[in-house]
């Protein structure tokens, strides 16, 4: 079964240092999500990827936030100069249809 | 805008009982798809269910039934004869009409729901 994976799946970094995560989508998804998870909370969208275009970013992806998906594969989230408030779960999702929104299993970011 | 309303914060429930989990929403959109997601401690979301607005039936997989309540904007998930496993967090999310671009998902705050053998 080759569905989304995610790496890292737990980072603990220091205030003010850069991260860096990647999604791999299912092959044949041509559409990726990132969202943001805090704690008590459900998943909040943060950018969409149509093929290797970003077609939208929420207002919660700061200047500090980038993502990209180079030839429509892979994709990166980094994060810089990291703040507490960053700490959440980030999460990708990848689709072809509505009916085939599958997520990976995140990334746990802690910012000490 | 689409918003979702989760008004359980937790909910106990006993082996073997049925459990019904509330979601309420909001759209001015006529055509809207609801989903319900089972997020264990692991942290990935499931995929448990789906209904489309315009299906006249109630969706249903397996234990899982979604009581869909379209003029009272509500889509409630009803889990039969409930298992130790499926003490889990639930969230009830929206999507916008299905066109062909950024379909993304609105979540409500999520139910935990813990099963007491």
């Known amino acids: 079964d080759t569905g989304v994976s995610q790496d890292p799946r737990h980072k603990i970094t220091k205030r003010g240092q850069n991260v860096t995560f990647r999604c791999d989508p299912i092959s044949e998804h041509n559409r990726l999500y990132w969202y943001r998870q805090t704690l008590g909370q459900g998943p909040e969208f943060l950018t969409y990827f149509q093929n290797e275009a970003q077609l939208e970013k929420s207002r919660l992806l700061s200047d500090r936030f980038s993502a990209e998906r180079p030839k429509g594969s892979f994709s990166t989230l980094e994060i810089q100069r990291t703040e507490q408030g960053d700490s959440a779960m980030y999460l990708c999702?990848?689709?072809?249809?509505?009916?085939?929104?599958?997520f990976g299993s995140g990334t746990r970011l802690t910012v000490v | 805008a689409q918003k979702i309303t989760q008004t359980q914060p937790g909910m106990f429930v006993q082996e073997k009982e049925a459990v019904t989990l509330d979601c309420t929403y909001d759209?001015?959109?006529?055509?809207?798809?609801l989903f319900w997601y089972k997020q264990p401690s692991s942290g990935e979301m499931i995929f448990l269910i789906y209904q489309g607005s315009y299906d006249e039936q109630n969706a249903t997989e397996g234990r899982y039934s979604l009581n869909f309540q379209k003029a009272r904007k509500s889509a409630n998930l009803v889990i039969s004869a409930s298992q130790l496993g499926d003490s889990a967090m639930y969230f009830c999310?929206?999507?916008?009409?299905?066109?062909?671009?950024?379909?993304?998902?609105?979540f409500g705050t999520g139910t935990r729901l813990t099963i007491i053998p």
């Open positions: 999702a990848s689709t072809r249809t509505v009916y085939g929104y599958t």
């Open positions: 759209t001015s959109d006529q055509s809207y798809g």
């Open positions: 999310a929206m999507i916008p009409p299905p066109y062909f671009g950024n379909e993304k998902l609105t």
